[in-house]
């Protein structure tokens, strides 16, 4: 699913179909590369590396390498150096070298700064792993060459402006155009359930049921899809006779995070073993 701007990016709940693509462990920072970093901090937990000529800072990165190695895609890592990109540095509150941050959903969480030993860091990052996965941020990523990303139609452009632009309706309308002469378009599908899902929560002319399911927007919007699907599911087990549209709000909420994404394959089997 494609990120639809500043409105409400939940591309990030599920897994690009759940892999996370690197092209090295640790990568030197520019601009463009931490914003992308952040980005994909949503997936999986990235330590950040403040480091400049010393010897310290060349041995924790020697250390931070073979770490980053040796945990088979659970961290990424990212260098910033003090003395080519300070202001780099500068933006996440750092001004001296070595220091490390973890980044999780974007934000940016001191370590430490200084001489560490490896025991040290190696107890410091597993707790963040350990924050990272009571956040759903469980991705692992691999190393090879990122697929290049098809340019997106006209439609595409037009419903993601008129998303920034506040203009939901207009966005549906357009996403609904695309499905009408491209039914497999994926991107469309879940760009259509983004829109759908924030003009729901907007709480605007809901019926009973509605209201009812509400509740999975919200605590789909809140990070936590697992409960968001239970809930949907509950009440698929609680009122046969509105089965036909819980279901169709479920299929609709798994196109946000993708069918590899584990707890959309959970909700898959619950629902298929009350289903038959």
């Known amino acids: 699913m494609k990120n639809f701007g500043g409105a409400m990016d939940l591309s990030s709940l599920g897994g690009d179909e759940g892999s996370v ?3 090295a462990w640790l990568v030197p920072a520019d601009q463009n590369t931490l914003r992308d970093y952040l980005t994909l901090s949503e997936k999986v937990p990235v330590l950040m590396l403040i480091s400049d000529e010393s010897q310290a800072s060349k041995e ?4 931070l390498e073979k770490i980053l190695a040796a ?4 961290f990424v890592g990212i260098e910033v150096s003090l003395s080519s990109s300070p202001q ?3 933006a996440v509150g750092v001004s001296s070298a070595p220091a490390m941050l973890a980044i999780l959903a974007g934000q940016p969480a001191p370590l430490f700064q200084g001489p560490v030993q490896q025991q040290q860091l190696l107890q410091v990052l597993s707790q963040v792993l350990q924050l990272a996965q009571q956040n759903g941020i469980t991705a ?3 190393l090879g060459k990122k697929e290049e990303v098809k340019p997106l139609s006209q439609d595409h452009q037009a419903a993601i402006a008129a998303i920034e632009n506040g203009k939901l ?3 549906k309308e357009i996403f609904q155009k695309i499905l009408v002469e491209y039914p497999n378009d994926n991107d469309a599908k879940a760009g259509l359930a983004q829109v759908e899902l924030m003009v729901r929560l907007q709480g605007k002319n809901l ?5 009812l ?11 936590n899809p697992t409960a968001a699907f239970s809930h949907l599911l509950d009440l698929f087990a609680e009122r046969r006779d509105d089965r036909e549209r819980i279901r169709a709000r479920l299929i609709q909420l798994f196109f946000l995070l993708g069918d590899t994404d584990p707890a959309v394959l959970d909700a898959r089997r619950r629902l298929a073993s009350m289903m038959f």
């Open 88 to 90: 780099l540095a500068q």
């Open 71 to 74: 945990s088979e895609g659970k």
């Open 21 to 23: 693509v690197v092209s």
């Open 207 to 211: 019926d009973e049921l509605d209201q």
């Open 140 to 142: 692992q990523a691999k």
């Open 213 to 223: 399911m509400l509740g999975a927007d919200q605590l789909l919007a809140s990070r």
């Open 60 to 63: 924790i990165k020697n250390m």
């Open 169 to 171: 309706d207009q966005a």
